[in-house]
């Protein structure tokens, strides 16, 4: 990690906790962030809850001056109108989130979701002035391949193109090998490092340093309080896109002061 990225721990909840559960979480969150003095200058912290929690989350964050943030899981491809189902970015924006997440591999596997789609994603998001997270990352059979740079790059490409040099300034890349996602098979830092490397040596590419210096890319997939602090010691890797364990109050907290973990990975 780069000091002049400001690290991001964002918690995606997926489908869990109902909007009464929401408001003790991130009570408990603000609770022990603040008993531990977390410092937010040293790491941003998010929470991803379901739509139909937003609203709550919203009026305890705003009545209560927490410097929590929050943001959505997906939002639409439409402006509004005749889309059954479906929530817009103005909606999003409208509730005060200041991200969401776009592509998430499972939303990739159950919705079918293509690389044009989340790239259009990711643009109504910036229109709205919500920092689109995208989600990109391979499967167990491709990186047992070794195509994984390969494939992660080409969903970079596809998810960010036509996007300008400061629409990216909003943008965070989140890398999630879908193998590690839920299993307890974490990445090992150099994995992630690898690729998160990668990731930026592209979009260096294709725009310019200056933006990839400035981009955060965050690493998924089984991050816990114990491995978060060596993952965070790759100079590639901005902070955690965390599932499981950020509905564990104290586990979450532990991840957004991973400036203050051992590194217990030995390395
Ligand atoms: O969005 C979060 C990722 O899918 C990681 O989930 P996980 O931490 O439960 O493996």
Redesign the pocket.
């Known amino acids: 990690m780069t000091s002049a990225r400001k690290p991001l721990m964002a918690g ?1 909840w ?1 489908s869990n906790l109902n909007h009464q559960e929401a408001v003790v979480l991130v009570q408990k969150l603000a609770w022990t962030l603040q008993d531990k003095k977390h410092d937010f200058d040293k790491a941003e912290v998010v929470v ?1 809850p379901p739509f139909t929690d937003i609203r709550s989350v919203q009026t305890l964050v705003d009545g209560d001056h927490l410097a929590i943030g929050y943001g959505a899981q997906d939002v639409s491809e439409h402006d509004g109108g005749a889309y059954t189902g479906e929530i817009s970015a103005a909606m999003l924006s409208k509730l005060g989130c200041s991200y969401v ?1 776009v592509g ?3 939303r990739r596997e159950h919705h079918a979701e293509t690389d044009a789609v989340v790239n259009v994603k990711a643009t109504k998001a910036l229109a709205a002035g919500i920092s689109p997270i995208v ?1 990109v990352g391979e499967g167990l059979e491709v990186r047992q391949a070794g195509d994984h740079v390969a494939y992660t790059l080409e969903q970079v490409d596809g998810s960010l193109a036509g996007l300008t040099a400061e629409q990216l300034a909003d943008v965070v890349i ?1 890398y ?1 090998p879908v193998w ?4 307890g098979e974490v990445a090992t830092p150099e994995d992630a490092q690898e690729v998160c490397a990668a990731i930026r040596g592209r979009v260096e590419e294709t725009w310019s340093s200056e933006v990839a210096s400035a981009l955060r890319i965050l690493y ?4 816990k309080a114990a491995n978060i602090a060596a993952i965070m010691a790759k100079s590639d890797v901005d902070g955690a ?6 509905l564990q109050p104290e586990e979450f907290a532990g991840i957004a002061r991973f400036y203050a973990m051992p590194d217990l990975s030995g390395a």
Do not use: P, Q
């Not at 590690?180 to 299993?183: D, E, K, N, W």
């Not at 998924?220 to 991050?223: F, I």
């Not at 896109?241 to 950020?246: C, I, K």
């Open positions: 995606n997926k991803i997440v998430h591999s499972e989600c989140a999630e590690a996602i839920g299993t998924g997939g089984s991050v896109l965390v599932g499981g364990a950020s």
